[in-house]
């Protein structure tokens, strides 16, 4: 087999707290997941090609659609680069699952930026980067915050607000979480098409709720940097309240949410666009089995666990 050229990889996401809420311009806490990769490689050839194998898709990048993600990212780091579509198969691999809330379509972009950057041996900062794949991420929807493309290239757990650098955060004590999807796929561009139009209609009662979500991430910051772990569980909940009364929430949810709860997590919501796709719970060493023999029993199609890691601020 002909050994790679180059190789880029990116991890998932989630989002502690503030989805929604973000789009709005309020803050919002997200971490990575290292758990699972996106993961781009490039293999000589003689067009410019992107393969997705788990996607069974592939796109002569030269001939694809203006509003093809794969094509646009390639094409956006030529531009960048002032080079031209260089003679490559890129291929994609992902054990990210799809419409999840777990930032899929910024990580696989990200994957493809990196290779792309190690195959031509060049540079680009990682805001440079994020500003990229923000391009993509509007074909994923329409008004994406920028928080999936930020959180996903600086690596690291972020406050962020739309539109301004990313803050990185001391994280004072490891947060262990269990990440547990509902199987029930959940496109972003939906959920958030359709938060926008509630708030069209209603934009007194979401900007209270967006405000509300917002007091509720200033205080889980202040938690996570002073280490008092169980408290952020509350906040959790209070999280989820909010969200489900955006209409975001789903009885696959609400069933793990519950079943979470009702096994020892300290906390429990879910996790990106809502609907359907990923929740998360907030565990200790002491309740994780337990809570995720519930999460199991209540019918989650896969539990992955995942600490958020101590960090300074810088
Ligand atoms: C998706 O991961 C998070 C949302 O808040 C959308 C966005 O911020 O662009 C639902």
């Known amino acids: 087999m002909t050994s790679p050229l180059a190789r880029g990889e990116a991890p998932g996401k989630i989002i502690l707290f503030g989805e929604h809420a973000v789009v709005y311009g309020r803050p919002a806490i997200a971490a990575p ?7 781009a490689h490039i293999l000589p050839a003689s067009t410019c090609t992107v393969e997705a194998i788990d996607l069974h898709q592939q796109v002569e990048v030269a001939r694809a659609p203006a509003d093809d993600p794969f094509a646009l990212m390639v094409n956006l780091v030529c531009h960048a680069l ?16 799809i419409a999840a809330g777990l930032g899929s379509g910024a990580a696989i972009s990200a994957a493809i930026a990196r290779a792309m950057l190690a195959g031509f041996n060049a540079r680009l900062t990682d805001e440079t980067i994020s500003a990229l ?26 406050w962020f607000v739309r539109g301004r650098e990313p803050e990185p955060f001391a994280v004072a004590r490891p947060i262990p979480l269990l990440i547990a999807d509902t199987g029930a796929p959940s496109p972003t561009k939906i959920a958030v098409g359709d938060v926008r139009r509630a708030w069209e209609r209603e934009p007194v009662r979401f900007e209270a709720l967006f405000d509300a979500v917002a007091d509720i991430a200033r205080q ?8 008092t772990i169980l408290a952020l569980g509350p906040l959790m909940n209070a999280n989820q309240e909010l969200l489900a009364r955006m209409g975001l929430s789903s009885p696959e949810l609400d069933r793990l949410i519950q079943a979470a709860l009702g096994a020892g997590a300290a906390g429990a919501k879910l996790s990106g666009a809502g609907r359907g796709g990923n929740m998360i ?24 666990p995942t600490t958020i890691l101590p960090a300074p601020a810088t």
Request: proline content about 7%; aromatic content about 4%.
């Open 220 to 227: 889980a910051r202040a938690v996570i940097e002073e280490g």
């Open 33 to 39: 997941v290292t758990q699972v990769q996106a993961r």
């Open 281 to 304: 719970a907030l565990v200790t060493e002491e309740t994780a089995e337990e809570v995720a023999e519930a999460l199991r029993a209540a019918g989650a199609v896969r539990i992955i």
């Open 133 to 158: 794949i923000y391009e993509v991420e509007k074909l994923h929807h329409g008004t994406p915050s920028g928080i999936d493309n930020t959180v996903v290239v600086y690596g690291r757990p972020v």
């Open 82 to 97: 002032q080079r031209p579509l260089p003679p490559w198969r890129i291929v994609i691999t992902s054990d990210i699952p």
